[in-house]
């Protein structure tokens, strides 16, 4: 399992996705790069609330909106969390990311249980793939919506395939 192998499996009428990437950098950097709301705006999305465990989060789209919410249910930093899930419009889910050190650099696990969306595929890749570019250039701001758009377009019908032989 890799970022652009994921492992999705299906769980009744729902999936679960995993990634697993190892970055080029150590334990510390990656934890902020994925828990610090600062290092998330540069690669993921505005974040607002409390990224500790029992805090309230929220994501904001590029217009303002809330799209997604959730509650950090454990949380052992430098090493993962968990964390609720709950996109506007959907049923919550579950969140877990788990961070290892590895000999090249530190292995992230992303594992999403409970996913109702198949687009939630090539949108984890995309942001991912973002990640790791944040990581070769912490101070950029890669967030661009036409960009994401279009590797999301480029993405989805690899994705629509996975999840549609899980289908038969």
Do not use: N
């Not at 974040?47 to 950090?72: H, T």
């Amino acid at each position: 399992m890799t970022l652009d192998a994921p492992l999705i499996t299906r769980d009744g009428d729902r999936y679960h996705l995993e990634y697993s990437e190892v970055y080029a950098t150590d334990l510390d950097d990656l934890w902020s790069a994925v828990t610090a709301a600062e290092r998330l705006s540069r690669w993921m999305a505005t974040y607002r609330g409390d990224l500790r465990e029992g805090g309230e989060w929220e994501v904001l789209g590029s217009d303002g909106e809330v799209w997604c919410r959730g509650v950090v249910t454990s949380c052992t930093p430098p090493r993962g969390f968990t964390t609720t899930w709950h996109a506007i419009g959907e049923d919550p889910t579950e969140l877990t990311v788990t961070l290892a050190p590895d000999d090249a650099g530190t292995r992230l696990t992303l594992s999403h249980h409970g996913v109702q969306s198949i687009f939630y595929g090539a949108g984890w890749q995309t942001y991912l793939e973002l990640l790791t570019r944040g990581l070769v250039a912490p101070d950029a701001v890669l967030i661009d919506d036409a960009a994401w758009d279009a590797r999301f377009a480029e993405l989805r019908p690899v994705y629509d395939e996975k999840f549609a032989s899980l289908r038969t």
